[in-house]
């Protein structure tokens, strides 16, 4: 670390982002993290998120709290980023949207930019590509055309280029060509979530997400370094090249990164486990982002806590709300994360942890934002991130698919069979819904519907209050018993016969 903070001080300060960046910054920045930086303080890995990111991180505040990472250069803190949004069209091959417009799109990356706070969309262009592989995605006159495009339009310090992830090289040609900080998807999507992030755990997977944006940026910025001379220099006695000492620091991060994530994992999982023993169905109500997951979930439980925004990515962290069914049996309904198209496999990995409450679900409730110009596109985005996290089938095949909104549609008519239409804003066809939880619920737990008749002077009916959802108590006044309707398990069951042999049914 001494030879580090040595070489650090020979390097000119680290400047604020300000269009293209040089080749020495990424180098700066990350010296920077690890000279100043104890062991201690790097294994706080989601607060040493901002250090290691400082060289490469998207601009503005998140909610009002400025802090250098969030900053370009010449950009007063709580001041207006200004956002030229791009999309590329492309006109055939494996990377063209079938599902969808290229309209539709650059609404949704508008979504994104507006999501935002002090951010603000300026202009935007469609511009059909036919190279989108290429490392500039447009062919030369298109590309020339957009360059001059955004030098003549005034105010513009921001380009999203809306595809999926920018190669570092292609990021730095576009800064270099259009004098302003060039965005992905990626980058867009990882700083909402950066902004919507309360607990712990969706940091610490913010953080993880964030690993290999920083690799893939530095290996091509130690190209350049190398260049110059300085990238393979051996630093003091210690044997490793700058590189070698960045990639290590890097792979130390990750590896703290994982290690507090798989201790949240398992606690979720001894919460999980907890939850099982005491027999409480788990329904997962997942969708698409902004489709009214949690509004849905407000008007089922009447939990007031609640307090859903027509924002995209406004539910990060999974939350658990208790509700009961119509037979009054106790169900645990889990708001999920939002899904979007075009979100990389490596952003749904670092999420995996939380993810993860969806495959241990009893039941899945797909909400579908049936309003939407997009409505179709947006299901089978759902349904491949469902697929790819392996989601098991007797789960896929038991989903309840719900079209939601159909108060912003006129003349709604469902056509599709086993669909259940509601309005969740209006509590429209609610009651439908939890019915069909309800038939799910009992399929999938394997809990039954008895008449079991009780001695009153026995414990017997103060056992099933305890054991099991009791609906209805017929008394026998006459007889000193009573007929009891309830809702139990299998296990529950047999524990009842075995405490009560002598007990009719």
Same mark, same amino acid.
């Given at each position: 670390m001494t030879a580090m903070r040595r070489i650090f001080s020979r390097l000119p300060p680290l400047p604020l982002l300000q269009g293209p960046p040089r080749?020495?910054?990424? !180098?700066?920045?990350?010296?920077? #993290? =690890?000279?100043?930086?104890?062991? %201690?303080?790097?294994?706080g890995a989601a607060a040493g998120s901002s250090s290691?990111?400082? +060289?490469? #991180?998207?601009?503005?505040?998140?909610?009002?709290?400025?802090?250098?990472?969030?900053?370009?250069?010449?950009? =007063?803190? +709580?001041?207006?980023?200004?956002?030229? @949004?791009?999309?590329?069209?492309?006109?055939? +091959?494996?990377?063209?949207?079938?599902?969808?417009?290229? +309209?539709?799109?650059?609404?949704?990356?508008?979504?994104?930019?507006?999501?935002?706070? $002090?951010?603000?969309?300026?202009?935007? @262009?469609?511009?059909?590509?036919?190279?989108?592989?290429?490392?500039?995605?447009?062919?030369?006159?298109?590309f020339q055309l957009l360059a001059d495009k955004i030098r003549q339009t005034a105010g513009i310090n921001a380009v999203f280029v809306n595809v999926?992830?920018? %190669?570092?090289? =292609?990021?730095?040609?576009?800064?270099?060509?259009?004098?302003?900080?060039?965005?992905d998807r990626y980058s867009v999507v990882l700083h909402i979530f950066r902004c919507n992030a309360r607990t712990k755990e969706a940091k610490l997977q913010i953080s993880l997400a964030e690993i290999p944006l920083l690799r893939s940026r530095l290996r091509n910025e130690m190209a350049n370094l190398d260049q110059q001379g300085g990238g393979a220099r051996y630093i003091g006695g210690s044997g490793e090249t700058l590189m070698e000492v960045q990639q290590r620091l890097l792979k130390e991060r990750e590896m703290k990164i994982r290690l507090a994530l798989e201790k949240l994992r398992r606690k979720r999982k001894l919460l999980r486990s907890q939850r099982k023993h005491k027999e409480f169905p788990v329904v997962s109500v997942l969708g698409y982002t902004n489709c009214g997951k949690t509004t849905l979930i407000k008007a089922l439980t009447g939990d007031g806590g609640l307090q859903p925004r027509d924002q995209l990515f406004a539910t990060l962290d999974v939350t658990v709300h208790g509700g009961l069914l119509p037979c009054r049996m106790p169900v645990l309904y889990v708001d999920t994360i939002g899904f979007l198209s075009q979100l990389p496999h490596l952003l749904i990995d670092s999420f995996s942890a939380t993810l993860d409450d969806i495959k241990h679900s009893d039941l899945l409730v797909h909400v579908r934002d049936i309003s939407h110009p997009e409505t179709e596109n947006q299901k089978q985005n759902v349904l491949s991130v469902l697929k790819n996290l392996q989601t098991p089938e007797r789960l896929m095949s038991s989903m309840i698919e719900v079209h939601n909104k159909i108060d912003l549609v006129d003349d709604y008519e469902c056509l599709e069979p086993g669909v259940l239409p509601i309005s969740a804003l209006t509590q429209r066809g609610l009651d439908q819904l939890s019915a069909a939880v309800e038939e799910e619920i009992l399929k999938s737990t394997g809990k039954h519907i008895l008449d079991l008749k009780v001695d009153l002077s026995s414990p017997q009916l103060s056992w099933l209050y305890k054991e099991s959802t009791?609906?209805?108590?017929?008394?026998?006044?006459?007889?000193?018993? #009573?007929?009891? $309707?309830? @809702? @139990?398990? !299998? #296990?529950?069951?047999?524990?009842?016969?075995?405490?009560?042999?002598?007990?009719?049914?």
């Open positions: 080749a020495h910054r990424a !180098a700066c920045t990350l010296l920077h #993290a =690890a000279g100043h930086r104890s062991s %201690s303080q790097v294994q290691l990111f400082r +060289g490469f #991180a998207l601009s503005s505040s998140c909610r009002g709290r400025d802090s250098d990472e969030f900053r370009v250069r010449g950009l =007063a803190p +709580g001041q207006q980023l200004k956002v030229f @949004i791009v999309h590329p069209d492309v006109k055939w +091959g494996s990377r063209k949207q079938h599902l969808t417009t290229a +309209g539709l799109m650059m609404a949704e990356a508008e979504g994104l930019v507006n999501t935002l706070e $002090n951010w603000r969309v300026v202009d935007k @262009i469609v511009l059909s590509t036919k190279t989108p592989e290429k490392k500039k995605i447009f062919g030369k006159g298109n999926e992830r920018l %190669s570092p090289g =292609a990021e730095r040609e576009f800064e270099e060509a259009w004098g302003v900080k060039v965005f009791v609906q209805d108590v017929a008394v026998d006044a006459d007889d000193g018993s #009573a007929v009891v $309707n309830v @809702i @139990i398990s !299998a #296990a529950a069951y047999g524990r009842y016969k075995k405490l009560f042999t002598d007990k009719g049914r």
